[in-house]
């Protein structure tokens, strides 16, 4: 039998810490991914495939001896970071570690402690939209650039682990912008997430209301758009029939539509009542089934509606009025959301002869 491979430097897990995190903490320190080091450890040279929420539930108990031995660990010590360990259901996490937020307060105290920067399990709960420590919303957007995306462990020379933007370079850290805090959302989000563990019919119950929410309606906009709840800014995603909405949406959505499922299913804690009552019997009637036809018609498809473009001098013109309007002087002085807001309400109402 071909000795295992020893790996000179593997940090130790955390009480809390997410077991693909911990790979990719590992890997960090060889400039390497998780499954590069994997096959090293093993001997064998498998095409390198992305390492996502499979390696959070492994099947393989033998890959995950191999990571043991590798590193002089207990092979328990490892099992016990796998999602499977919190005796939940695998539906009850978020299936792209994409969608999985963050706290960049969490993670700059774990550089005050002179620790790794490391993704808590708790991370990956669908109905973790709020930090409970530190009242403020998980975050998959870049302080710096706002780009969305995946973050990146990397070493430092000082031989600690960082979360780096792939797209700027910048260290995730809370320290950018303040945050709002959340105290009430993580009120509601909790409560789900207590009736979530419970398993059972409350969870079926949540799952169907989710997908009673992301359902469309008559005219192809699906629920959760047309209650009047504000939304978060970027486009709608798109939701498959068949697909667990809150394990595949990220956290901003997660978040509206876990208020929605809160009001829908636990009114009587609510201070006052967010949906109507036709919302409410149209739920009654989506979740005794079976489900009307209407619920399962794709939108329709509408034609491209023809462009009635105005003259050149006519839009010079516009834009002359724009400029010198007392709207255009007193615009926000700093560059934001705010102001561009402002000025597109400048522009309509100059298209609409305002």
């Known amino acids: 039998m071909r000795p295992v491979r020893l790996l000179a430097i593997a940090p130790r897990p955390f009480e809390d810490e997410l077991l693909s ?10 400039s390497s991914s998780p499954r590069q080091v994997e096959n090293w450890i093993s001997g064998s040279s498998r095409v390198s495939a992305p390492h996502l929420f499979n390696h959070d539930i492994p099947t393989d108990q033998s890959a995950t001896r191999l990571w043991a031995l590798a590193c002089r660990l207990r ?4 099992e016990r970071l796998s999602l499977r360990a919190t005796g939940r259901s695998r539906a009850s996490f978020v299936s792209d570690p994409g969608h999985r937020g963050v706290c960049p307060a969490c993670l700059d105290e774990d550089a005050e402690q002179g620790r790794d920067h490391y993704c808590r399990r708790s991370w990956a709960r669908v109905e973790a939209v709020v930090c409970p420590q530190h009242k403020t919303g998980l975050e998959i957007n870049c302080g710096g650039c706002f780009r969305t995306g995946l973050f990146q462990f990397r070493s430092t020379p000082a031989g600690v682990v960082r979360l ?7 260290v995730v850290s809370a320290r950018r912008f303040q945050r709002r805090n959340q105290t009430d959302l993580l009120q509601v989000a909790s409560l789900v997430g207590e009736a979530i563990g419970k398993g059972g019919s409350g969870f079926e119950r949540i799952e169907v209301a989710s997908r009673f ?7 192809g906009m699906p629920y959760i758009a047309a209650l009047g709840f504000p939304l978060p800014y970027g486009q709608r995603p ?13 956290p901003a959505w997660r978040a509206v539509t876990i208020t929605a499922i809160a009001d829908l299913l636990f009114q009587e804690t609510a201070k006052k009542a967010l949906l109507s009552s036709s919302v409410r019997e149209a739920f009654r009637q989506f979740e005794c089934g079976p489900v009307p036809a209407y619920h399962q018609v794709p939108p329709q498809t509408r034609a491209a509606s023809v462009l009635n473009l105005r003259a050149e001098t006519e839009y010079r013109q516009l834009a002359r009025g724009i400029v010198e309007s007392e709207g255009w002087k007193s615009l926000p002085s700093k560059a934001g959301r705010a102001r561009n807001r402002v000025i597109g309400k400048l522009m309509l109402r100059a298209l609409n002869g305002g």
């Open 213 to 219: 929410l992301w359902s469309p309606r008559p005219e």
């Open 238 to 250: 798109s939701i498959t029939a068949g697909a667990a909405p809150l394990a595949s949406l990220p």
């Open 164 to 170: 780096f933007c792939r797209e700027c370079d910048a």
């Open 75 to 78: 092979q328990g010590d490892l």
């Open 21 to 30: 995190c911990w790979h990719w903490r590992v890997a960090s320190h060889y």
